[in-house]
């Protein structure tokens, strides 16, 4: 990892270089804790438990995306929202719409073939 | 000795002035909702000692041989003596000699961080020096209700870390009374406005 006084002297080669080594050890380390919180919640026999400090909690979240909008009426589920992707197009088409900001940042994606 | 309980300690850092109304020698209001939650204790206690089991309450694996069977049992009695003057006193409503366990009921809303916090839960790790962990079973106050969200079970363990606080909090309310302050949870004219006070209608400073 490079030291906070070195990052404004590298090269963009290097902190791109810098990016990739920490990029692949977040997902490596995102998918080894997975691996440890399926080993966990296989063991588990209570809904909750602390354990070295940490509360472990066996929650349910339910997911709705097959649900149909006949369905949802019928459990009186539907409310009016703001179409985000209406609204983006016409952003970036130029128009100023009242009450929108926006924020610049830097997206990194791998483009080498493999 | 004065034997100070979970609750009146509790009572001492929430509202002091109720401290002189137990000296009085009065009692709280009684409401309905204290008591409500008794039938859940007690489906509870005998589906976990095996005297009677509950299909409702299959999923809880950890048994109790010993459970409260009257108020105030001895066979559920934890006694912490503090110094000369001042010891506590509680009841767990069971707990497991051999595995090192005792058995916490509360009906309500509780989740595994209030547990965790509880100085009653700390206090009963106190009493119970070689007690490695508790089981919290949590849920409804009426059984009923049991079928569609049955009750929750907690572990949450017992550490050398929660004995000392739990000793910290004791000797901080013991240093309330001696003190000699009392006017905790009263207004500026010395007045018991609280319509929660744990004594309600009872409560000698609301008659002044």
Same mark, same amino acid.
């Given at each position: 990892m490079l030291q906070p006084e070195d990052l404004a002297t590298a090269t963009k080669e290097q902190l791109v270089k810098e990016f990739e080594v920490a990029d692949n050890a977040k997902d490596e380390m995102e998918a080894y804790c997975k691996v440890i919180r399926d080993e966990l919640a296989s063991r588990m026999q209570v809904n909750a438990e602390v354990v070295n400090g940490f509360s472990l909690i066996k929650t349910t979240k339910y997911v709705?995306?097959?649900?149909?909008m006949d369905v949802a009426r019928t459990f009186g589920a539907i409310k009016e929202a703001i179409d985000t992707v209406v609204l983006n197009k016409i952003a970036k088409s130029g128009v100023q719409i009242p009450g929108a900001s926006s924020t610049t940042y830097l997206m990194i994606r791998n483009v080498t073939q493999k | 000795m004065i034997i100070l309980s979970f609750s009146t300690i509790n009572m001492l850092y929430t509202a002091s002035h109720n401290w002189i109304n137990k000296q009085m020698g009065l009692k709280p209001e009684d409401r309905p909702y204290f008591k409500r939650g008794r039938a859940a204790h007690r489906i509870i206690q005998d589906h976990v000692s095996g005297v009677r089991l509950d299909d409702r309450l299959a999923h809880i694996n950890y048994k109790f041989?010993? +459970?409260?069977? +009257?108020?105030?049992?001895p066979k559920c009695k934890i006694f912490v003596p503090v110094d000369k003057n001042y010891a506590v006193r509680g009841y767990v409503d069971g707990h497991d000699p051999v595995n090192r366990r005792f058995l916490e009921i509360k009906t309500g809303v509780w989740s595994i961080g209030k547990y965790q916090n509880s100085f009653q839960r700390k206090i009963y790790s106190l009493g119970l020096p070689s007690y490695t962990e508790s089981i919290m079973v949590t849920g409804e %106050?009426?059984?009923?209700? %049991?079928?569609m969200a049955p009750p929750k079970v907690y572990i949450v363990p017992s550490t050398p870390k929660d004995r000392q606080e739990a000793m910290d909090w004791i000797i901080g309310g013991i240093n309330i009374i001696e003190k &000699?302050?009392?006017? &905790? &949870?009263?207004?500026a004219g010395g007045v018991c406005t609280n319509p929660y006070c744990y004594y309600g209608v009872n409560c000698h400073f609301k008659h002044l």
């Open positions: 709705f995306k097959n649900v149909t | 041989p010993i +459970v409260e069977t +009257v108020d105030f049992d %106050w009426d059984p009923n209700a %049991w079928k &000699g302050d009392f006017s &905790g &949870g009263l207004d």
